[in-house]
């Protein structure tokens, strides 16, 4: 492993730390530096946290740069421009974790651009993990963050109005349109105006081996007041353990805060399962757990262990995740899945 100043100095003499040739050529059991993250909308994402990973910088600065990106697109299913809760308002959920298993979350957060850095101000900032509702934004106003206007972007507000029609709560099981390429993805639309997700999670290894990850989500369109899903919660929607590995979750997150999810797929790494088998056992734990239900639902797991092995899985077909270890290797990646 190079020596953290020495690879400065190898990035301050105008040399790529690492050769990127050889880099790739190294086996996967050794790659790094590396970040994946969920859905299409990873691919955009994981380009901004590359951009901090190969110049030799902190993983959780990656994955907080990463998912930015994804929080920023007003039009986009994460973020303000999102579907809003069933009384019209945007509430946003977010978590971060590093390699010391420092965390922070905030949840129920209304007006605020871009609630993984409220997240890791919570982490760096205060005795606390997490924040929620009118204190989450008053600290988050308090450190600086501008008070957005409290207006749904034109696409929730056609949607929420179509909504309404029925007010019926009823998720819409997120799956993608699979593309697999590397050019700019945007989210779309699903034919009723929903989207078809809602979440990024982002877990990333930098090039000293240290693990971070992040997650930030608008949740559940249309859900009730106050509903939290698994996103800010560690160990349901983010985990970190530095010895292992770090692992994310989409979609349903009543069903993976029943399992602990993440924190379930990083302990089975620990047990020596790789990262795709440890997603996979976790969805068998929901699908076990739901019966005849789990085909109602989705849930992808998504994992990288320390040798930067990465793999995902989902309870069915149409999940998808970003996978990026070099300035050309940022690529979606099916999901598998067992139903
Ligand atoms: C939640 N897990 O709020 C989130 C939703 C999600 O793609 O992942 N949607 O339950």
Known sequence: MLHRRRFLQLGSLGLSAFSFSSFRSMPTASRKPIVISTWDAGIEANK????VL???GRALDAVEQGVMVTESSLNCCVGLGANPDRDGHVTLDACIMDEHANCGSVAF???IKHPISVARRVMEKTPHVMLVGEGAQQFAVAEGFPLELDKLSDDAKK???NWLKKSEYKPVINIE?????TAAVVPTRLENGDWNHDTI?????????NLSGSCTTSGMAFKMRGRLGDSPIIGAGLYVDNEVGAATATGQGEDVIRICGTHLVVELMRQGLSPENACKKAVER???IKGAKAKEIQVGFIAINKRGEYGGYCIQKGFNFAVCYADDKNFLVDGKYIL
């Not at 901004?48 to 951009?51: N, R, S, V």
């Not at 349109?177 to 390429?181: A, Q, W």
């Not at 999670?201 to 081996?209: I, K, N, R, S, T």
């Open 48 to 51: 901004a946290a590359w951009k």
């Open 54 to 56: 190969r110049n030799g």
């Open 109 to 111: 957060l209304e007006r």
């Open 159 to 161: 949607s929420y109005e």
């Open 177 to 181: 349109n699979s593309k697999k390429s």
């Open 201 to 209: 999670g982002m877990v990333a290894m930098d090039a000293q081996g």
């Open 286 to 288: 929901i699908i076990r």
